[in-house]
């Protein structure tokens, strides 16, 4: 079994999936870690030499490597599912959990790291709950699309593995 954790950054998918891998034995994989394992660049070095679009086509690749494995949990890139076929390829190699997460929440966690993430490192600290609230408007059709949806910020991961696996 495959699940593939999804949200918007910030939203808790990595430390879910922790404590997921914690509570059922699996072996947990971060989509940007493989990214950065791979191409020997952090996220935002990459999308400043190379752009969004070449991140974006290259991330698709990481995904497909993704379906090779076998009972893992995966915790995908905030904008993985909104691109290309993603979801759909989502949806067919695995079970999905969003993690709804509320907008203040995820700035609070954002708000001292978002010179790091490149999409947020222009955004004014003042205006950072709007830009996410933006983005998550464009994304939730995506997010939605999920096989679960969980509303956090706290979540329970052997809650989340109960409702799974009783599927």
Known sequence: MKIYLIGYMASGKTNLGKEMAAVSGMP???????????YRLSISEFFEKYGESVFRRLEHGILEDTFRMDDVIISTGGGTPCFFDN???????????????????????????RKKRPLLKE????????FITA?????????RRADYVVEGPDIDAGEILKKIQTV
């Open 28 to 38: 947990m994989v971060d989509m940007d870690d493989l990214f950065e394992e791979k």
């Open 123 to 130: 955004v004014p600290e003042k205006e950072l709950e709007a």
């Open 135 to 143: 983005q998550i408007c464009e994304r939730e059709a995506y997010y």
């Open 87 to 113: 979801m759909d390829l989502i949806l067919k190699n695995g079970v999905s959990v969003y993690l709804k997460t509320p907008v203040d929440v995820m700035a609070r966690r954002l708000r001292g790291i």
